[in-house]
């Protein structure tokens, strides 16, 4: 028998970053020493939303979600001892990409690479930031104008970086069917295209060259066939809209190239054992089919449901995809599904319904004016409302959580805290400590930089006018400015953004039929609401912090206004005291508050403590997010009044519970529930 020709496999890469840029340094190392092919950097909220590690907004999400890089110092540390140069590093940054791309092209100076021979992503999709992650800064216009400057640099001095990677993946957490994920991603492309091609900074003969670098990063649900279908439908879309929109002649420039991250959101807290397999599941979907294959694929940990992945679970799911790639016969076979009746009809049918969507938004203006008037984010809010109606009406099976739950002692979680990595809460003061001394010391040796402030100037000086802003940007990196003051000169001149929330307008999607749980809950909340002589319940949902996946979020606001709450919902990022405030000033009769970054440690008893010192201790606080049980057991005892996680998906029930609370603390007695 003849050998065969086996492809090569795809870029295996590891999310990571944590704590500090030592602890992630580390991490990379080892990771790289395990047969790890690519890097993939997590980088903390303040760094994501453009803080530095000080800021009032930044307290308990130092280090949490992703590595602190504050100034070039970090940087340095972060990539000490790995040659760039022949590394391909993702970095996950979007509102600040320009600045973070900026400190890695100064540090591989600094090791004497040649730049021209970089590789790698910065996300930089701001679009996705708006409707599901939450990481914008700037409005739409500014933000299109920073990526549009990134790609033009990138194209003419790091030729082999993919300066955006348009990414799906977070629109499918927020509740988008496949047809929304293929549209939506592809009028961001659009949208960023055409504003590439406006700019008069690359001539139409280098357009190609704009678009072979253009990437996706997609999400790989457990409907593995569905989704090996949606990646097919991507190709065939992405092809034709290049060619035809922008006259690509190319075959290799109009390739549809992606990386996955399979999906995070479907893994489940309860019986955490069944997140390998689904993993399995999912990384099957954009691997098994040779025309349509991942280049590059990272697989969340079995445990990301509880809490931050520790070491060893990370090298689990890398070597899920060692064994696939280099255990199995996949790489021998050309295309599996050629042919297929049944994956030709479904991908038609997807190809079909997703351009009718991209057709709609291009009539309402582009992906950036259906951000801005609310649209898009309506849109995902009402799917996800109907995904979770689904789940809770058993419609939808998801095993250990409302179906087959039934189960043996876990050997695994058997000690829930040492089952997953925790952030040691010291982290922060040491950073934040670092991080003083930098802006003390910049200017002295070894570093000798020149002071930041001229360079800054200069920054809001392109800003006001329309020159590209990524030499300015440089200039402030080698200066040794901040990721808070690069930030913050840009917020001088273009302002901050506040996104549309999607709630006020998302459909009714759990009705309130008489003998439902929905309708026993209106019952409750009418009754209540009578006793305490209010016209209404009044019920604020906050977000604290950074963490900016409202998700969660967003559907309790919409099931407490179907079952007739009066909501307070004004979206992300919000300090303590701007929730207490606002809870005192609306006269709500409960506070729930909304945190998966893991900052609910600091940030939940922080506004225990203002509604204590305000005297209003009978508004009853509910905590809700991925929270540890030890921490849980904390906030109770701290006077938090419920603590809920994602294993409870019974929404229409939490709604049920708050009303229960609110009873509890205006002293009304329980009642009764109809048998």
């Not at 940054?93 to 021209?116: F, K, P, R, S």
């Not at 979680?413 to 040491?430: G, H, K, S, Y």
């Amino acid at each position: 028998m003849t050998e065969r020709q086996k492809d090569r496999p795809w870029l295996m890469r590891t999310y990571a970053g944590h704590s500090t840029a030592e602890a992630s340094n580390e991490l990379y190392r080892r990771n790289l020493a395990k047969g790890q092919t690519g890097l993939s950097v997590a980088f903390d909220l303040p760094t994501q939303t453009g803080y530095d590690s000080d800021h009032v907004l930044a307290r308990g999400e130092v280090g949490r979600v992703g590595v602190p890089v504050a100034h070039l110092g970090d940087m340095r540390r972060l990539f000490q001892d790995i040659p760039l140069e022949q590394m391909n590093t993702s970095m996950t940054i979007n509102a600040t990409a320009m600045w973070l791309l900026a400190l890695y092209q100064v540090v591989a100076e600094e090791q004497g690479a040649d730049i021209t021979k970089l590789q790698g992503t910065t996300q930089n999709d701001i679009v996705k930031e708006y409707l599901s992650r939450g990481t914008h800064v700037f409005p739409p216009g500014p933000s299109l104008r920073l990526t549009t400057d990134m790609i033009a640099y990138t194209v003419s001095h790091l030729p082999k970086w993919n300066p955006i990677n348009i990414c799906s993946y977070h629109l499918q957490e927020a509740g988008a069917t496949p047809v929304q994920e293929i549209a939506y991603a592809m009028s961001t492309a659009i949208a960023v295209l055409d504003a590439v091609r406006d700019s008069g900074q690359v001539p139409q003969e280098r357009m190609g060259d704009v678009v072979g670098r253009i990437s996706f990063f997609v999400n790989a649900g457990v409907r593995f066939v569905e989704e090996m279908c949606k990646m097919r439908a991507f190709g065939r879309i992405w092809d034709r809209i290049t060619r035809e929109r922008y006259g690509i002649e190319n075959p290799k420039h109009r390739r549809f190239r992606y990386g996955v991250q399979v999906n995070s959101l479907g893994l489940t807290e309860a019986q955490p054992e069944n997140n390998v397999q689904r993993i399995v599941l999912e990384m099957l979907a954009v691997t098994l089919s040779k025309d349509a294959r991942a280049r590059a694929v990272q697989l969340p940990a079995w445990n990301e449901a509880l809490g931050l992945p520790r070491p060893w679970d990370q090298q689990w799911s890398l070597r899920i995809q060692q064994v696939l790639a280099h255990e199995s016969d996949l790489l021998e076979y050309e295309d599996l599904f050629e042919g297929s009746k049944v994956v030709e009809a479904k991908v038609d049918e997807l190809v079909e319904a997703a351009f009718a969507e991209i057709d709609r938004i291009q009539e309402m203006g582009g992906a950036m004016a259906a951000v801005e008037s609310g649209y898009l984010k309506s849109q995902l809010v009402a799917s996800h409302a109907e995904r979770r109606a689904r789940i809770e009406s058993g419609e939808e099976k998801i095993i250990g959580v409302n179906a087959f739950e039934g189960t043996e002692p876990n050997p695994l979680t058997a000690d829930l805290d040492t089952a997953i990595q925790t952030v040691d809460p010291a982290v922060e003061a040491r950073v934040i400590a670092s991080l003083r001394n930098w802006r003390d010391t910049r200017y002295q040796p070894p570093f000798n930089h020149p002071r930041p402030c001229k360079a800054l100037e200069k920054l809001k000086e392109a800003a006001r006018g329309t020159g590209n802003l990524m030499e300015a940007t440089l200039e402030c990196a080698r200066a040794g400015a901040t990721t808070g003051e690069w930030a913050g000169a840009l917020r001088e001149v273009f302002g901050e953004f506040r996104a549309p929330t999607g709630v006020s307008s998302a459909p009714v999607a759990v009705t309130a039929e008489e003998g439902s749980a929905l309708s026993e809950v209106r019952r409750t909340v009418e009754l209540t609401a009578k006793e305490m002589g209010v016209g209404k319940l009044r019920f604020l949902v906050g977000k604290p912090g950074l963490d900016g996946h409202s998700n969660g979020a967003e559907q309790i606001a919409v099931r407490a206004r179907d079952a007739g709450f009066e909501v307070v919902y004004q979206g992300i990022r919000l300090t303590p005291e701007q929730i207490v405030d606002a809870a005192l000033a609306e006269d709500v009769h409960a506070v729930g508050l909304s945190i998966l970054s893991g900052s609910h440690a600091q940030l939940v008893p922080d506004v225990l403590e203002r509604l204590r010192v305000a005297g209003a201790t009978d508004i009853p606080v509910i905590a809700g997010g991925i929270i540890p049980n030890g921490d849980a057991e904390e906030l109770r005892a701290a006077g938090v009044a419920a603590v809920f996680t994602p294993k409870d998906f019974d929404i229409t029930g939490i709604i049920g519970r708050i009303v229960d609370e609110i009873r509890k603390a205006n002293k009304l007695d329980p009642l009764e529930v109809p048998a």
